[in-house]
């Protein structure tokens, strides 16, 4: 079973793990009215599709003013999107996230999912985020950190802080990756999921994390 991006962030938000404010849509004007109810002159309309790659076939835009979030909602809500996840399928767009427009300094990748090889949950992280991870495991495997979870101990401080400056964080950052890790591990072994992937994992211009997307994904 596959969540969407909203449901997900949703359950991130329960378990401390910070995400930009935002609200579902059904219709253009329950757009209009979210973006009115989080603020600001910058917004951002996310198509919620059970799918990966939704920025290259239309599915993302940042919108500067109410007309623009109603124009990118309506679209968004008629169209169909395919994607290299879909498997060649069109997926309909029943619904839209409105999020805060959110300045970034750079993008990261964090994913937990069951390594069935290690017979446990595995961490794996990159400072290559914002692409295809499969991409960067091809091209440049080392750019990819993995963290195995003993099953009984649970994630230790000491596996954040080798993702975190593995990473290239510094300490402040290192210290609230921890707490992201720590946040989504409780959320896999409570939820029993099978992944959460959050690319990108965004560094914002005053230097904290920020999980921009999300993706959750149960056996």
């Keep these: 079973m596959n969540f969407h991006e909203y449901q997900a ?9 910070p995400v930009p404010a935002g609200n579902v849509a059904a219709t253009p004007l329950a757009a209009v009215e979210a973006a009115r109810e989080l603020g600001g002159d910058m917004w951002v ?22 007309e623009e979030v109603r124009a990118e909602a309506e679209r968004m809500l008629s169209m169909k999107i395919s994607t290299y996840q879909t498997g060649g399928l069109e997926l309909p767009v029943d619904s839209v996230l409105i ?22 949950v595995t961490f794996m992280g990159s400072a290559a985020g914002g692409v295809d991870i499969e991409q960067v495991a091809r091209t440049e495997p080392e750019k990819i950190i993995t963290v195995n979870v003993n099953n009984t101990a649970g994630l230790q401080p000491y596996q954040s802080r080798k993702m975190g400056f593995g990473m290239g964080l510094n300490g402040m950052q290192v210290r609230q990756l921890g707490k992201i890790m720590s946040g989504l591990y409780g959320l ?10 959050v690319n990108p994992l965004i560094i914002d211009k005053a230097g904290n994390l920020l999980a921009l997307d999300a993706k959750i ?3």
């Design 99 to 120: 999020a805060e427009a959110v300045d970034i300094e750079s993008e990261l990748y964090l994913s937990a999912l069951v390594d069935r090889v290690h017979s446990c």
């Design 9 to 17: 962030k949703e359950l991130f938000a329960q378990y401390g793990i």
């Design 45 to 66: 309309v996310k198509a919620q599709v059970h799918a990966g790659g939704r920025g290259k076939a239309g599915g993302v835009k940042l919108a500067k003013s109410l």
């Design 188 to 197: 896999f072994r409570d939820k029993d999921l099978s992944l959460i992937e």
């Design 217 to 219: 994904n149960a056996d």
